[in-house]
């Protein structure tokens, strides 16, 4: 390949395209309009002799050739950038530009409110994006793939030398039960908690969850009746029945202040759910993604400070 007939802003833009996967939202990205964006994937299929992104009813997919380059250019872009970086500088204040996170229930509920309350007095210019995400290790794979900045929530099983961390905040877990529940007006005792059915919320879909694995190094077991992954499901469910259910506390306050749940101690020796801020190393010089982090991980100390 002739190197003279690649230019920076075709890396530029193969990098809006991978984290966007639509081309007026690519364009977005980068502060172009959207015929321009479509000359530069025209540019892009010609350079390298590939399609590199199909049209589908999920917006675009990356073919097997964008997936590989997208390593090495994310690489060489972040390369430059740190070679110029003495030269630059990020204004918050002034700044134009969007970012995307991917953040799990428990964040998305307890962290995102602040957080964009700090990001509208600090760069009112900057637009975020949020996706959800329910398993763990697909944080991973966003952050691989470019679709995200960062990546919020329980650590990854995964161990990836790639992918850089920071820990934010930690949550206990409470148990939720109906207003009028037969135990709502006394503490939760063990042997009450085992009486009443129980339902599950898991994102991940799992049916043994961390009550149970707690229950079963006591040598007991709890009567599960359903499984759902979606916490509003849950807590609707609990309010029309006599099931508890056990989740964490960020979450399951949203639900009381509604008057129809109460909270209760659980009455287990549960561990905390730790949650972490998650980037790729290639992004870590990035000054605008610096600043973003630091943001987050200053909201996430208010909040760790914050009363209750």
Excluded: Y
Excluded at 18 to 35: S, Y
Excluded at 98 to 116: C, H, N, Q, Y
Excluded at 239 to 252: H, P
């Amino acid at each position: 390949m002739n190197l003279s007939r690649i230019d920076l802003n075709l890396l530029v833009g193969f990098e809006a395209l991978m984290a966007e996967r639509n081309v007026t939202r690519a364009a977005a990205r980068v502060g172009r309009t959207q015929p321009a964006m479509s000359g530069v994937l025209a540019r892009l299929r010609d350079l390298m002799e590939d399609e590199l992104f199909i049209r589908t009813a999920n917006g675009l997919q990356p073919t097997p050739r964008a997936l590989e380059l997208h390593e090495p250019v994310g690489k060489a872009l972040a390369q430059i950038a740190a070679a110029f970086a003495f030269r630059d500088r990020f204004v918050p204040e002034s700044a134009e530009m969007a970012f995307t996170i991917a953040m799990s229930d428990p964040p998305t509920i307890s962290l995102l409110p602040a957080l964009f309350e700090e990001l509208m007095r600090a760069a009112p210019g900057i637009t975020l994006h949020v996706r959800g995400f329910d398993d763990r290790d697909e944080a991973i794979s966003l952050l691989d793939s470019g679709v995200v900045d960062v990546a919020i929530g329980v650590p990854p099983t995964e161990k990836a030398g790639r992918i850089l961390s920071r820990p934010l905040f930690e949550e206990e877990f409470v148990t939720m039960m109906r207003a009028g529940h037969p135990e709502a007006k006394s503490p939760l005792t063990r042997s009450a908690f085992l009486a009443w059915p129980h339902v599950l919320f898991s994102p991940e879909g799992d049916r043994f969850g961390i009550v149970d694995e707690r229950l079963e190094e006591l040598g007991l077991v709890r009567r599960l009746v359903l499984t759902v992954p979606n916490v509003t499901a849950a807590a609707l469910v609990v309010e029309r029945t006599d099931a508890l259910c056990t989740m964490l506390t960020g979450l399951a306050l949203q639900f009381e202040a509604t008057g129809k749940v109460i909270l209760a101690k659980t009455p287990l020796d549960l561990p905390s759910a730790p949650f972490t801020m998650n980037w790729h190393r290639r992004n870590d010089a990035n000054l605008a993604q610096r600043w973003l982090r630091g943001l987050i991980g200053k909201t996430a100390m208010k909040r760790n400070r914050s009363p209750g």
